[in-house]
């Protein structure tokens, strides 16, 4: 088969988060089965043509909607609007090439453009079925939010396979802003995958002297963006509540527009010898990271599928988190974790103390059940969610 993937990233490194995350496990499962269209970071990348892209040790059909630059600090025109911009005005150009054999994409943004004589041939992949909107950094566009569930729905409602990684209240609430149009019972869980070649069990001790962490001292650690709605500002008067009753450090693996705002914080609190901001790592250096940690904290206002948290459960790492959607389905109370209620400061404090207790053994026996979201298992996962006849198609 020969799909057509379509994102808002340049499928290497950029823009961070988890559509990334899950396009580059695509890039990696199915290889030249696919063909990119995307945005471009370089100028060596022709803009608004069919053209050849190395990506890793494979070469890709590669169409660019735009070059743009990379940046930390918020824009003053909301990328959203500047994608609108571009696939209106590129789709049409993207989809003249007739020979793929579906459309796949995560960006919404997207999906607002594809002719409607193309839905059924596409399969929408939701990171999260929240509204963007109601956690934009944007206060001005949060009241646009049901204009954005308007159209997403329009299109949505017709396509051929809609995946969510969503649990099944996040694809409820979602039938319910659709009014109907779309129920949960047609929206299929496929969750995050990770990267099985770097989020594995590695020895805690051997990480820590990769990183220069004394075996002494204890390690939180908390990997995404560094924006308000990942609650940088609960994980870290959390932390000034921990590391006063147990010495320990505090670091943020990341980059985004909240850096000097969560700097002038821990400046604030006289945390600057305890809480560390290491910038974007490669995914190997996170993963030493997640296995040098005594625990992995989240203090989200709202998730997907979490990316980050899949890692960690991969990495077998004792996580708490917030009470976001999918939390629970990754993180048991007293088994590998803590999913905590509320956003109270003392109560995060209380769990990020009692993970430290945690046997890693233990959580090693229960984290097990994640192997099954390897990016080694995602080719045949996914088209055995969709159905896809692989022979059928062949003939």
């Known amino acids: ?108 943004e997207v999906l607002f453009f594809v002719p409607d004589k193309e839905l059924k041939k596409t399969c929408f992949i939701s990171p999260g079925l929240g509204n963007p909107l109601d956690i934009s950094r944007y206060k001005w566009a949060r009241p646009f939010g049901r204009i954005f569930d308007y159209f997403l729905v329009r299109k949505a409602k017709d396509v051929g396979y809609f995946l969510a990684a969503g649990d099944l209240n996040a694809r409820k609430d979602f039938e319910r802003r659709a009014k109907g149009k779309i129920l949960a019972t047609s929206i299929i869980q496929f969750p995050t995958r990770y990267n099985d070649l770097f989020y594995k069990v590695m020895d805690k001790n051997s990480c820590r002297k990769k990183i220069n962490i004394s075996a002494e001292e204890k390690l939180f650690v908390t990997v995404g963006r560094l924006n308000w709605f990942k609650g940088w500002k609960l994980m870290i008067d959390a932390f000034s509540i921990v590391t006063k009753k147990v010495p320990s450090r505090l670091v943020f693996i990341g980059d985004g527009e909240d850096e000097m705002k969560i700097k002038d914080y821990v400046k604030t609190l006289g945390l600057e010898h305890c809480v560390d901001l290491v910038g974007r790592k490669e995914p190997q250096d996170v993963g030493i990271y997640l296995n040098a940690a005594d625990a992995f904290i989240m203090g989200s206002f709202a998730e997907g599928w979490s990316t980050t948290l899949v890692e960690a459960c991969a990495c077998c790492v004792p996580c708490v988190v917030t009470d976001f959607s999918s939390a629970r389905e990754m993180v048991k109370d007293g088994e590998n974790g803590y999913v905590v209620e509320g956003r109270e400061a003392e109560v995060f404090a209380s769990k990020m103390i009692d993970a430290l207790s945690f046997d890693r053994e233990t959580v090693i026996d229960y984290n097990h059940r994640f192997q099954n979201l390897a990016e080694s298992n995602l080719r045949d996962d996914f088209l055995h969610t969709i159905n896809w006849n692989t022979d059928e198609q062949d003939s």
């Open 1 to 108: 088969m020969k799909i057509l993937l379509i994102d808002d990233v340049n499928f290497v490194d950029y823009p961070t988060g988890g559509i990334l995350g899950f396009d580059k496990v695509m890039v990696s499962a199915f290889k030249n089965e696919l063909m990119l269209a995307g945005i471009s970071t370089g100028s060596n990348t022709d803009i608004g043509k069919w053209t050849k892209v190395k990506i890793g040790d494979q070469n890709f059909d590669y169409y660019a909607i735009t070059n743009e630059k990379r940046r930390t600090k918020k824009p003053l025109v909301p990328r959203r609007i500047k994608l609108c911009h571009y696939f209106r005005k590129h789709i049409k150009r993207i989809l003249q090439r007739k020979d793929y054999d579906l459309i796949v994409t995560q960006c919404p």
